[in-house]
Structures are given as C-alpha cells and as structure tokens.
C-alpha cells in the first residue's frame, strides 16, 4: 500500500509537498541575499503555520532565518530612512538661510574668454560664482 505524501500547509490554507515546500523556503532564504529582502518577509508569511509550531525542522530552520533577516533589513531600512529624512531637513535649513543672507558680488561670476584664461580665471572666481550659484540655482549676470 502507497503511503500518502507528507505535506505542509501554507498560511492560505494550500497543501504542499514536503520536499516542495523545502525547496522553495530555501530558495526564498536564499534569494533574500540578493537584494531581495521582502523574500524573507514573504517566506515567513507563506509558511507561517510551521514558523510558529515548529512541525517541520527545514521549515522552521529556514523561516526562522528569514525572519532574523527581515527584521536586521527593516531595521536598517528605517535606520536609513531617518537619517535621509534629517539631511534633507539640514540642507534645506542652510540652503534656506544662505538665501537669505545679504547680496553678495556677483562680480567676476562671467567668464570672458577675451580678457582671462580659464585657467587663471577658475582658481580666482569660480568658487565664488558656484557658492552664489548654489545659493540662487543661478548665477546671475553682472
């Protein structure tokens, strides 16, 4: 007599084969290496029966890796996020009080091929034109 295949249930309720459903929670662990983070969150979510009872050792071995390493990418994701969140609140700060700050020489800002060599012109003017540049997207024209 023919022995039924063992199976694992997934979260939504599917049968899967054993051997299938190992397969798969290790190709999601794996995949989750290669820039693929939410594939641990996924492989969690999809074997989540076995991730919390533990039944199924494979199973419960490589979503329990998913989950360490979901949880160290999110951390670092919203670690990440915050601190982009606070440098662009810094830099529209100082963009927003350079602009305020009183008119500056706009003075030398326009290379005159005629009258200087780029070479000398760049070291004596060019930090000054881009600073005022910076400070109003534009450099403007004496």
Same mark, same amino acid.
């Given at each position: 007599?023919? @022995?039924?295949?063992? *199976? &694992?249930?997934?979260?939504?309720?599917?049968?899967?084969? *054993?051997?299938?459903?190992?397969?798969?929670?290790?190709?999601?662990? &794996?995949? /989750?290496?290669?820039?693929?983070?939410? +594939?641990?969150?996924?492989?969690?979510?999809?074997?989540?029966?076995?991730?919390? @009872?533990?039944?199924?050792? &494979?199973?419960?071995?490589?979503?329990?890796?998913?989950?360490? /390493?979901?949880?160290?990418?999110? %951390?670092?994701?919203? %670690? %990440?996020?915050?601190?982009?969140? @606070?440098? !662009?609140?810094? +830099? !529209?700060?100082?963009?927003?009080?350079?602009?305020?700050?009183?008119?500056?020489? !706009?003075? /030398?800002? *326009?290379?005159?091929?005629?009258?200087?060599?780029?070479?000398?012109? +760049?070291?004596? !003017?060019? %930090?000054?034109?881009?600073?005022?540049?910076?400070?109003?997207?534009?450099?403007? *024209?004496?």
């Amino acid at each position: 007599m023919d @022995s039924p295949e063992p *199976v &694992v249930e997934s979260v939504d309720g599917e049968l899967i084969a *054993v051997h299938k459903a190992h397969k798969l929670a290790r190709r999601m662990f &794996v995949a /989750g290496f290669f820039c693929l983070p939410l +594939l641990w969150g996924f492989n969690v979510w999809l074997f989540w029966p076995d991730f919390r @009872s533990g039944r199924d050792a &494979v199973l419960s071995k490589f979503t329990r890796r998913s989950a360490r /390493g979901f949880t160290v990418h999110q %951390q670092r994701f919203i %670690q %990440q996020a915050g601190h982009n969140s @606070s440098a !662009h609140q810094g +830099l !529209h700060r100082v963009l927003r009080t350079e602009r305020l700050a009183p008119e500056e020489d !706009h003075a /030398g800002c *326009v290379w005159d091929p005629s009258t200087a060599d780029m070479a000398q012109w +760049l070291p004596a !003017h060019g %930090q000054h034109c881009i600073r005022n540049a910076l400070n109003r997207l534009t450099c403007e *024209v004496p």
